[in-house]
């Protein structure tokens, strides 16, 4: 019997710590969560001064953050008296949020993927209108302008609901190659631009190179088991200045020409696939390029081991980790890339900026405890102050002005800027996913994103032997900047519905033989591979996808109209 | 004959050894990657083979252990680590001699209904309003109390009860002992392996789950335990920093630090536990 | 099984007690009760009675099972609706088995899906017992104790590896150009090109298999231990007297001693035949083969829960549920048949 005593006392004792130790926080919790949705009405009234903690749930980060420890946060602790608290998330957000949805346990503001979801919290009757407190606003209403009929669109009352951040920004750009530049300055600083231009070029490079400091060199790399990095081998079909890749889900193409939806397969995007199957017949084209993860192919970046990546873009290239290393001259610049088709027609490279952005859409739920003080900061982050300070942070801190007023990163700031830590401490990142950036609206001329950035000294010299002054110099001399105005965020196909069924379906088609087509070992053989997916394609009724585009496009363009 | 045997033997001992060699490798390997990974210079470690750190630098534990919320998060994980098993023990250790007692009335229904359990799932939502109307949603005890009930567990002492002949507890119930006395009393010292292999399952899994904090905790920073900050650490997308570039919040060395103070508690728990496993000399003198 | 039967006789007497009653009135009513009182129901109050320690002792663990188990079940409802995240599942409209039927028309991509589905789960269910199983005894005969024990807590460490960081280290080991084992093979002159582990159809089931055969050894393990440690030492020494040397004991001794466990682990692993881990087969699945490593839960992953289709997503885990249950029955039932053993 004693050692039962003994195990009941053990019990009751680590019992009670547990309890000691986490009732006292969590029932905090649980009580801000319960009272929340019975103060909301009477929220008027709060007092201003009291002290506001919102928990606002955020993809990435690794620990919470406070914001009033951050810069942009100390100046809206101090004038509203608001503090952000960030807590992270990873997993299945859209299933998490569901589950918020469906069980009423949601946060006070939260960010939602995608207007279907806006729509399903709507439905649920969990959002909170902003219409009431539009009346006192000095900004929003004002820097939104445009947008704010859009948003309402979303709603059967015709009421806001939301807003969204990253918005009025570029959201096609060209396609970039990261290059080795001590190769290109081997072969005597070819301007690459065509596909045959980089197929030479690697080649060469290869040859004289099939090691990197005893390690085995890559041709071309990109991150094929990424969720993202699949698309990759058909990014060169949109590198004209005709298609434009529309959906995450890269099963429809859009034409700028026609402005219409097209049905995905097309003479383009074969052509992109060849090229890669031409890179894989040389030999060039990393093997391992399935296999890898985004964060494996960072490795390959930072040794130099790979000699190009196409779409650098998407982020991976990784200078400083050169110099440190000692390799500097291996410092990759940007490169432009177009189908040989496309460079034959000489045709431009498109910039296409979208003023919508539902993908990153943040709501007021109901269960807001002060809507209006959340209004408040809401509206001054639309001021010019609170945009600067949001996207630029601190000026004297984080930026200078030179002679001419032109904002430029601190030395601080420029060596830390990759450092996760700095980046988290200064915290204008989450800042700007929650309470709006705007991305192309200039204020004294400049964006309110600083983007000058400083060069290395090898960048320089590259840069000068192609006569930029960025290291995507050859798109702002040669390109065209055209401002498409864009629906796709406005256009949601019911991914449960049979036609949202049958995108997946394509798809998964495409990314389940595009890799056949890529490892093809003759070029009999692409295109007998290319013929069974175009077979199989077709059966699977692509038009009736496509029609669904156009038809909601059509809607969309007929609500547009009346709003106008 | 003895010679043949003994010969045999010998052989069988060397390739007993080697074999344990191997395993050893082939399950270190990992560990001396991870290890040698977070002790690493982040500027000389590349790609490939590592087998020991290249160059010498405690910056990913010092990342790691820099904030004060990872000793909270830590606590936490002990704490559940400590009640769960014991609650678990408690619950599933008396079900699980319930349901050998073939006399028992319903016995085989008892035995249906929890071992169903194990293949059903009634999905995510549902699942989640049960817990929010039994108000455990940011609770510490939404850790402790549905795994209270470990089935499988449950089965595995069940079965090794069974095992144990019947004369022994036939004879203390002559005796006249409750139920209950015979199971503490008798049966539960005599399962000692099994309650020791079960406990660890149970304290593994403690220590190992995230999910839960995941689904019912995310808002309750509090009670986040080690496991789910190395998950957020793990899971975290790279962040978009602006003008196209793209930084990694956790660095792999990082990540490795963090898996290393993941893994170091089986070195506290396991030689605890181990002496339960090796050789069977407890029961032989219990029934002796 | 007598006393049971017993108890069977006593109830169904009871029963018709009541019956009896309705039919002829009151007086038998009251005669009948009275006869039930003094016999039959006498002893059955007596048996619950007798052990009402035991239903106290089940009595927490029957409650949480309800709470955390069946009583969230009435979320299956969604299957048969037409549930859309955010409106009330009562107010759904209803569909009847429409789920059920797409699951089922969904033509040769559900045959493939199975195919990889059953030969992953089952050879690693099989290679994962017999491994462990084999592992607990070499361990349990090693001479060295000492190296034993740092050999069984070594063991546990892959356990505690997330799948990501494993797929780094998988990668760094087995990579086609990169990796450090094909590397090596090409360095000797073995071969001119590594060989693609990751990134091969060929080779996808045996890495699916050999990764979880080779996380989960350690725990695994543990259960087979413990039974070795169950086993009375005076098997060992009659063995010994009848001249059974190291591997006789094995085969005599340890082994069949091991089995009622084995077999249990197989009974209650069948029932998660159609389970896969997705975190596993989510990394492990890349463009090169997907057509042997696409799984039945990452289909329902990404049809289901990804598209917000949780009514399709409910249909099959009915299904899966209810295939598990037949199979883990079945499975029971050959067991008692054949090895006198079961678990239900």
């Known amino acids: 019997m004693k050692k039962i005593k003994m195990l009941v006392l053990l019990i009751t004792i680590v019992a009670l710590m547990s309890t000691a130790a986490c009732s006292g ?101 969990a959002l909170l209108p902003l219409d009431d407190y539009l009346k006192g606003s000095k900004y929003f209403t004002e820097t939104y302008k445009v947008l704010i009929p859009f948003w309402r669109m979303i709603a059967p009352d015709n009421k806001l609901y939301k807003w969204e951040t990253n918005v009025l920004r570029t959201v096609g750009v060209p396609t970039e190659v990261a290059v080795r530049s001590d190769l290109l300055e081997e072969q005597g600083w070819p301007l690459l631009r065509s596909t045959k231009d980089y197929i030479d070029f690697l080649k060469v490079a290869k040859e004289k190179h099939p090691t990197v400091d005893g390690k085995p060199s890559f041709g071309m790399v990109f991150p094929g088991a990424d969720i993202a990095g699949i698309w990759f081998p058909r990014i060169v079909a949109f590198t004209g200045d005709t298609y434009f890749q529309v959906n995450n889900d890269h099963n429809i193409v ?22 890669f199957n031409d890179l894989h017949q040389a030999g060039i084209l990393d093997d391992e390029c399935f296999t890898d993860t985004y964060e494996i192919l960072t490795q390959k970046l930072k040794t130099g081991q790979a000699f190009s990546y196409i779409n650098s873009r998407y982020g991976g290239v990784d200078n400083k980790a ?16 177009q189908l040989a088709s496309q460079v034959e027609k000489n045709e431009k490279a498109l910039t296409v900026t979208s003023i919508f952005s539902a993908y990153e859409s943040v709501v007021m739920t109901k269960n807001a405890k002060y809507p209006e003080r959340i209004f408040q900061v809401l ?90 002054t960025e290291t995507s110099g050859w798109f702002n001399d040669k390109n065209s900047f055209v401002y498409a105005a864009l629906f796709d965020s406005m256009i949601s196909i019911d991914p449960a519905s049979e036609t949202g069924r049958l995108g997946i379906q394509i798809k998964e088609l495409i990314n389940n033989e595009q890799t056949g087509l890529i490892r093809a070992s003759s070029n009999d053989e692409f295109e007998r591979l290319w013929t069974k997916l175009m077979n199989d394609y077709n059966k699977l009724n692509p038009k009736s996808f496509t029609d669904a585009y156009n038809a909601e496009l059509v809607k969309v363009k007929s609500a547009i109209d009346k709003i106008k | 004959m003895v010679g043949k045997r003994s010969v045999n033997d010998l052989f069988f001992d060397i390739s007993d050894l080697l074999l344990m060699i191997f395993t050893f490798i082939i399950m270190a390997y990992p560990f001396i990657y991870i290890l040698s990974y977070s002790l690493s210079d982040p500027l000389k470690i590349t790609t490939g083979l590592v087998l020991y750190p290249e160059g010498f630098s405690l910056d990913a534990y010092k990342a790691a252990l820099g904030s004060p919320s990872i000793f909270h998060a830590i606590f936490i994980s002990i704490l559940r680590t400590t009640i769960g098993p014991i609650f678990m023990i408690l619950v599933t250790a008396m079900a699980g001699y319930c349901i050998t007692r073939e006399d028992m009335k319903g016995v085989r229904i008892f035995r249906k209904y929890f071992v169903y359990t194990m293949y059903i799932s009634a999905g995510l939502i549902p699942t989640f309003l049960v817990i929010k109307a039994l108000g455990l949603v940011g609770s510490f005890w939404i850790y402790i109390l549905p795994s209270s009930v470990s089935v499988f567990n449950m089965v595995l002492i069940k079965s090794f009860i069974e095992s144990i002949p019947k004369s022994l507890e036939e004879s203390a119930m002559m005796d006249g002992a409750n139920d209950f006395y015979l199971f503490w009393r008798i049966i539960f010292p005599i399962c000692t392996p099994v309650i020791a292999a079960v406990t660890l399952f149970g304290a ?79 029961i032989g003198a219990v029934k002796g | 099984m007598g006393i049971e039967d017993s108890y069977d006789v006593a109830t169904n007497a009871h029963a018709c007690g009541y019956i009896v009653i309705r039919k002829t009135g009151r007086e038998i009513m009251i005669k009948t009760r009275q006869n039930i009182a003094l016999t039959k129901n006498s002893s059955w109050t007596n048996s619950l009675y007798k052990h009402r320690f035991l239903y106290l002792m089940v009595f927490p663990a029957v409650i949480a099972t309800i709470i955390f188990s069946y009583i969230p079940l009435f979320g299956w409802i969604i299957a048969f609706k037409n549930y859309r995240i955010g409106l009330s599942i ?71 590896i997330s ?176 090895t006198g053993k079961s678990i239900l």
């Open chain 1, 379 to 468: 509206d001054w982050a639309a001021s010019d102050e609170g945009q600067l300070l949001i996207q630029s942070g601190v000026e004297g801190v984080d930026y200078l002005r030179d002679e001419n007023g032109i904002r430029y990163r601190t030395e601080e700031m420029w060596t830390n800027w990759q450092n996760p830590e700095y980046v988290l401490k200064i915290g204008t990142w989450q800042f700007k996913t929650l309470i709006g950036r705007i991305a192309t609206s200039p204020v004294d001329g400049q964006a309110y994103g600083i983007k000058k950035v400083t060069n290395t000294d090898r960048i320089k010299e590259a840069l000068n032997k192609y006569g930029w």
């Open chain 3, 90 to 160: 009562w107010k759904a409209p209803w569909t009847g088995f429409y789920q059920f039927k797409r699951f089922f028309i969904q033509g040769d991509d559900l045959v493939n899906l199975l195919r990889n589905t059953l030969i992953t789960n089952i050879s690693s269910l099989v290679f994962s017992l017999v491994f462990a199983c084999a592992f607990a005894i070499l361990l349990s005969e090693l001479r060295y104790k000492k190296l034993g024990k740092i050999v069984q807590t070594v063991s546990f460490f892959p356990f505690f």
């Open chain 2, 204 to 282: 593994v899994g403690q220590w190992n789950a995230f999910m839960d904090t995941q689904i019912y905790n995310t808002m309750h920073p509090e009670l986040f335990t080690l496991q789910y900050v190395l998950y957020l650490a793990l899971t975290t997308p790279p962040m978009d920093i602006g003008e196209e570039m793209r930084i990694f919040i956790t660095p792999k060395a990082f990540r490795m630090a963090m898996t290393v103070l993941t893994i170091l508690p089986i070195l506290a728990i396991y030689p605890v536990l181990q002496k339960y496993f090796v050789g069977g000399i407890m």
């Open chain 1, 25 to 125: 926080k969590s029932n905090t919790g649980t009580t801000s969560t319960t009272s929340a949705g019975t103060t909301a009405i009477a929220s008027t009234s709060a007092a201003p001064q009291e002290e506001y903690v919102i928990k606002v749930l955020f993809e990435g980060g690794k620990t919470v953050d406070r914001s009033d420890l951050q810069e942009a946060g100390k100046v809206i602790k101090e004038k509203f008296n608001i503090i952000f608290e960030w807590v992270p998330f990873a997993g299945n957000y859209i299933e998490y949020s569901n589950t918020l949805l469906a069980s009423g346990e949601y946060p006070e503001l939260m960010i939602i993927r995608g207007n279907d979801q806006v729509k399903n919290f709507i439905k649920a009757g």
């Open chain 1, 254 to 275: 859009y034409n700028l020409k026609t402005q219409q939806y097209e049905n995905y397969l097309n003479q383009s995007i074969k052509e992109s696939l060849k090229f």
């Open chain 1, 322 to 337: 050169l110099i440190d290393s000692g390799h500097p001259e291996m410092q990759y610049i940007s490169m432009p890339i």
């Open chain 3, 163 to 338: 799948w990501v960081t494993i797929y780094t280290i998988l990668h760094a080991l087995f990579a086609v150009t990169s990796g450090a084992v094909s590397m090596a093979l090409v360095d000797v002159g073995l071969l001119k090109k590594g060989i693609n582990f990751l990134g091969d159809e060929r080779f996808s089931w045996v890495l699916a298999v050999v990764v979880q055969v080779w996380k989960s050894l350690g725990c695994n393990s543990v259960i087979f231990l413990a039974s070795i440690s169950g086993i009375p030492l005076e098997q060992y020494e009659a063995a010994e007297i009848d001249g059974a040397g190291r591997c006789g004991k094995i085969y005599y001794v340890t082994l069949p001693n091991l089995m009622p466990t084995l077999i249990v682990l197989m009974i209650m692993n069948i029932g998660w035949i159609l389970s896969s881990n997705l975190d596993l087969f989510y990394l492990l699945t890349n463009p090169t083969n997907r057509r042997t490593m696409e799984v039945l839960d990452m289909y329902i992953y990404r049809y289901g829960l990804q598209l917000n289709d949780f009514s399709y997503a409910t249909a099959i885990d009915i299904i899966k549920t209810v295939v598990g249950l037949i199979l883990v029955t079945s499975a029971n039932a050959l067991s008692r048949m054949y």
